[in-house]
């Protein structure tokens, strides 16, 4: 019977820390000889293999018996060849190949020297490692050798990987292999390879860089890269205002126009937990005072994606469309959850740098999202690497860990044109472009059509319920021209629209708009990829709802417009019930119909929406068959199906002045979502045109407003193109957020037509006049480092 890993169990096997295992201390100060790079190696080796884990518990037994299994098959599948170490893996003119080779040397190594896995210190598996280092080693990866296709196959994959079997292997190698493995390092990643912070050797690149760099010290006992290694971490730390890394406001980008703190951002994360760990206690000791702002990130800047265990896809770029790739051995699909765990295992090793409060609060949080994760349990994540997996399982069993609950509130990524709300029971991220941020990313064959994601793709999920809407299929099944939320043109796209790496940009600057940190008012300048489409979008993302407001929508291609109130992923075999205005509405795959607005709709499972603007809105029930391919040129051929429920306007060809309003109500019942269509005074719509669009909730004291241009809207009037939120209190104080989402105002005055008794607080360069019934402000620049604009607070009359 498998033994169950209790908490006493794990804290015996694990020495109370998952960083450190069997690895002394040096002392601070040591010169590098003698046991030094002996403790260092071993540092490393706890960090790669997560410490000693009890073999015969799970999920770790079984996770054991299936690293031996695949490492044995590899090893009987080896046959070294010119340009192949195995058959499958020809690298003659594809270093990803070669870079896969070495993955696969890695996992062997991993179970040559792990207990449990049936090959352990297996001679015959020792002699294959050997051959096929040296086959790599003469063949491809070696000094000298010119390098061809994928920087990163060269620069990070490879030798990252090299010198992971360099550690693990250690006592296996001579001292002869070991220098020639180092040289051949040393010739593609030269210490110029971080000389300068700019091209691949920025961000997330630049860590995994110097992960290479610390190893390469580590394992050729060389302080000089170790040295190198720290001080070119310097220029990850502080905030930037362009182009790759982290910004004041929390986003984080890569690639100059992507969004990416869910995969690359993960990737630096972890990074720098390494690498904290492996030089901590040494004369290369990480002690820039700047490495706070990355320990600041992970509640900046992390956090806010993270719910009930997944990391939300607006912020994993072309990864999202890496569900189940041909290369992988196991046939593992990879999705938002997976990401996620990998996320939080990071931010449990992250945390052994971080103060002792930090380290309390993350783990407590990394407990929540675990606990929470109902539909992908992380400690069943097979994507996981025993190591993360060994650290999120000592959390879970830790019982001094609190488990803490989701946070709540608004957060907008001005730097990034994202947003999250996350409110009590359920959560929802916005994508947006601008030409600072790209509508998607492809490379390499990825995310081929993902063209609409910045067309204000809306995601939401429900604390127990909607968690594996997009995590089921979602990518290859669902129609690329209706993601929820956005506004697009039917204009049929090649894949790969647009160029890689983030070249598809539009020419639109207002973007953004202004929160409380509670509610929002949020939009967007649409201008739609490769076609004319154009649009102003809002959204007010307030307690229970999200009020979406279009207007000016117009196109000349010929072809149809939509918007898509939303999109739901019913799974392989959904019937979920759709009640239209009362009526339960057919369930038959294909059934479609169109019902006049103002109307409302409640999705069984799901929640309510409520169509407040004229015209019609129409409902599909459809089966989709995708495959990974589809998206992914490495991704699986077998075909999948899942079932759709679709809701969306169609604007027809060519509309000249659409527009549209309506409500998402997340988990509202079918009385509640009747109820709100009936509150006739709930919510007011004072504006919608390309003037201004602008809302106000009296119940909620809350008004929001995205001028388009000067003007007027309800009870605000602006000089210039601006966003603002306006919040009312019980105490009889309000707080006026304006913000200048396109970056180029130089002065704007706001006047709120509302009896203002005082100014309590103001930024300095804010002028204010509260006199007789209205409020006026004066603003100079409002561009800010974080991009979020400016408050004021004042008491009302």
């Not at 809105?617 to 075909?639: H, K, Q, Y």
Request: aromatic share 8%; net charge neutral.
């Amino acid at each position: 019977m498998t033994d169950v890993w209790s908490r006493r169990a794990f804290l015996s096997a694990a020495g109370g820390s998952a960083l450190l295992l069997g690895a002394p201390a040096p002392p601070a100060g040591a010169a590098p000889t003698g046991a030094f790079p002996d403790a260092m190696r071993a540092v490393w080796r706890g960090l790669l293999l997560g410490g000693e884990v009890p073999a015969e518990a799970e999920p770790f037994r079984s996770r054991l018996a299936d690293l031996g299994a695949l490492a044995a098959g590899w090893r009987s599948a080896m046959a070294p060849a010119p340009g192949s170490l195995w058959p499958d893996l020809g690298y003659a003119s594809d270093p990803e190949m070669m870079m896969q080779s070495y993955y696969r040397l890695r996992t062997m190594a991993e179970a040559h020297v792990r207990p449990g896995t049936g090959l352990t210190g297996d001679a015959a598996l020792r002699s294959a490692l050997l051959t096929g280092l040296d086959h790599l080693h003469a063949d491809v990866y070696h000094a000298g050798q010119v390098r061809y296709g994928n920087w990163y196959c060269w620069q990070i994959g490879a030798p990252q990987a090299l010198l992971d079997l360099c550690v693990m292997l250690y006592e296996e190698l001579p001292a002869g292999r070991l220098a020639d493995f180092c040289a051949a390092v040393d010739h593609f990643v030269p210490d110029s390879a971080v000389g300068s912070y700019t091209g691949t050797s920025t961000g997330a690149n630049r860590v995994d860089l110097c992960r290479v760099l610390a190893l390469r010290g580590v394992v050729g006992e060389d302080p000089a890269k170790l040295a190198l290694s720290r001080d070119a971490l310097a220029p990850v730390f502080p905030y930037v205002t362009a182009g790759d890394g982290l910004y004041l406001d929390g986003s984080f980008v890569q690639h100059t126009w992507v969004p990416y703190t869910g995969t690359y951002g993960a990737v630096l994360l972890g990074g720098l937990g390494l690498l904290f760990a492996l030089l901590k206690d040494t004369p290369w000791q990480v002690t820039d005072p700047g490495k706070q702002i990355a320990f600041d990130a992970v509640e900046r800047a992390w956090a806010p994606f993270l719910f009930n265990g997944l990391v939300m896809d607006t912020v994993s770029g072309r990864a999202v469309s890496r569900g189940l790739l041909l290369a992988d051995p196991r046939q593992v699909q990879q999705d938002d959850h997976a990401r996620g765990h990998a996320v939080l295992a990071s931010i449990v090793l992250l945390a052994e740098g971080a103060s002792s409060a930090e380290r309390v609060r993350w783990r407590g949080l990394v407990k929540g999202w675990m606990a929470r994760d109902y539909y992908s349990r992380p400690l069943a994540d097979t994507t996981l690497s025993l190591s993360s997996l060994a650290r999120l399982a000592q959390v879970e069993a830790d019982v001094s860990v609190t488990a803490l609950p989701e946070p709540v509130g608004h957060r907008l990524f001005a730097s990034m044109d994202r947003a999250t709300h996350r409110r009590p029971g359920w959560a929802a991220s916005l994508s947006m472009a601008s030409k600072r941020i790209a509508h998607y990313e492809t490379g390499n064959g990825e995310n081929l059509r993902g063209w609409h994601t910045g067309s204000g793709m809306l995601s939401w999920w429900g604390a127990s319920y909607g968690n594996g809407q997009y995590s089921d299929a979602f990518w290859p099944t669902v129609d690329p021209y209706r993601l929820p939320g956005t506004t697009v043109s039917r204009k049929a796209l090649a894949d790969g629209a647009g160029g890689d790496w983030g070249a598809s940009r539009p020419d639109a600057a207002w973007v953004g708009g202004t929160t409380d940190g509670e509610f929002a008012s949020l939009g967007q300048h649409l201008r739609g990829l490769g076609s004319t489409l154009s649009a102003r979008t809002s959204w007010f993302f307030l307690a229970d709802t999200i009020v979406c407001l279009g207007a000016g929508i117009c196109g000349s291609d010929g072809t149809v417009v939509e918007t898509v109130i939303d999109n739901r992923n019913l799974g392989a075999s959904g019937t979920h019930a759709l009640t239209v205005g009362g009526a339960v509405q057919p369930t038959a795959q294909g059934w479609s119909a169109a019902f006049p607005s103002p109307g409302w709709a409640h999705l069984a499972g799901f929640g309510g929406y409520v169509m407040s603007g004229a015209g019609a809105f129409r409902a599909l029930r459809e089966a989709r068959t995708g495959r990974w391919s589809d998206v992914n040129r490495g991704g699986s051929t077998t075909a999948l199906t899942r079932r759709y429920l679709t809701l969306w306007y169609d604007h027809g060809t060519d509309p000249a002045d659409a527009g549209y309003v309506h409500q998402l109500l997340p988990g509202a019942t079918p009385a509640q979502t009747a109820a709100r269509a009936a509150a006739a005074g709930w919510l007011t719509v004072f504006a919608n045109s390309e003037t201004a669009q602008g809302v106000s909730v009296p119940s909620l004291g809350f008004i929001g407003v995205n001028f388009w241009r000067a003007g007027s809207a309800g009870p605000l009037e602006a000089t210039a193109p601006c966003s603002v939120t306006v919040r009312e209190r019980s105490d009889g104080t309000a707080t006026v957020c304006v913000s200048d989402p396109a970056r180029e105002l130089n002065s704007l005055t706001l006047v709120w037509n509302r009896p203002v008794a005082a100014v309590l607080s103001r930024p300095p360069t804010v002028a204010s006049e509260a006199a007789g019934a209205r409020l006026r402000l004066g603003f100079g620049s409002l561009t800010t480092a974080a991009g979020a604009g400016q408050q004021v607070v004042v008491r009302l009359g």
